[in-house]
């Protein structure tokens, strides 16, 4: 059995109940869009300066994070890593526009997002009535997105 498979076998183990499903379906992408526009308020000039325009706007610890994520998802799986490299760049594009928006700290903003969202997880894994799979297992806080795009694979038919 792949790597991947194993690790979705498992995550998806403690995510059976549809509620918790749903939850999931939720929660999951606002948890990691709130982490990209947390990282994205980290100052980074030091990032930036060598870039100019949108290139340096780009150039933060959201970035640089997210490449390193996505070094992870290309070595579980090539398709995944293709759907969450999409998945992240919008997460990148909806941070920068947030950034640019909004006339309070995108930090604040993408802070209530991630607690709200979290709320929700503990609520569904409460009614599934198991742990979360990250108290296990670290690495299952990548895994739960992954898990959600595999399951947008298999309905577009595509293998991953």
Known sequence: MRKIDALLTEYGSSHQNATNKAIHWLCVPLIFFSIV?????IPSAFMSAPFEGAMADFA?????????TLVYY????????TGMLFFSLLCLLGAWWLDTSLSMPLWQV???IFVLAWVGQFYGHKVEGKKPS????????LIGPAWLMHFIF??????Y
Do not use: E, I, R
Request: net charge positive.
């Open 37 to 41: 526009c947390l990282l994205w308020s």
């Open 60 to 68: 933060n610890w959201a970035t640089l994070l997210l490449l390193l």
């Open 110 to 112: 993408a802070l209530l």
């Open 134 to 141: 990250f108290l296990k297992d670290l690495q299952f806080l």
């Open 154 to 159: 298999k309905k577009l038919h595509l293998p």
């Open 74 to 81: 290309l070595l579980l799986s090539p398709p995944l890593f």
